[in-house]
């Protein structure tokens, strides 16, 4: 099957009447993951499974309450963040210098970069957003959290004011 997929990158194959939809993504409360699903006759959607298994390992989360389609995920094997919203808008390069202003190193760059793509998923939903952002920098030390808060707020407020033009 392959599953050296790129960020926002997205397969759909069939293996007989069986289907799976793949996608390199960030999801909330697990992090950079594929996300498969499965749909189809069971048998074959249980050969498709056990390939992905095969490749991936167990799947971190499993979604079934819906016979017809099953959500699997499990932990990428790829370090590359999908691009977020602010990223496609603002760009990278323009991203990576208000990380270097706000006196950022390369990992706490990565977590801005992490940050960024997973609040999307939690978009509209702010107590979500804010607590997957403080689990992600649980592990920084209060200086350096307030530098990537300080990144952070710089990029939104630069995002929010790009949309308005």
């Known amino acids: ?3 050296d997929l790129a960020p926002d990158e997205c397969i759909e194959e069939m293996q007989g009447e069986a ?6 993504t960030c999801v909330a409360g697990i992090g950079l993951a594929y996300h498969c699903s499965f749909s189809g006759p069971m048998d074959e959607r249980l050969n498709l499974i056990n390939e992905a298994r095969k490749e991936l390992g167990l799947p971190i989360m499993v979604l079934s309450r ?3 389609i099953w959500h ?6 790829s370090e590359d963040v999908p691009e ?3 990223h496609k808008r603002l760009g990278r390069g323009r991203i990576h210098a208000i990380c270097q202003q706000s006196g950022l190193t390369k ?5 801005v970069d992490i940050v960024l793509a997973i609040t999307q998923v939690a978009r509209g939903n702010k ?4 607590a997957l952002a403080r689990d992600i920098m649980r592990d920084l030390p209060p200086e350096r959290e307030h530098k990537v808060l300080d990144a952070l707020q710089i990029i939104a407020t630069e995002f929010a004011q790009s949309t308005r033009q």
């Open 84 to 86: 977020s919203d602010a």
């Open 1 to 3: 099957m392959g599953f």
């Open 66 to 68: 819906n016979p017809k």
């Open 107 to 111: 990992e706490e760059e990565r977590t």
């Open 72 to 77: 699997f995920f499990w932990r990428s094997l």
């Open 19 to 24: 289907k799976i939809i793949a996608t390199h």
């Open 127 to 130: 107590k979500a957003s804010s």
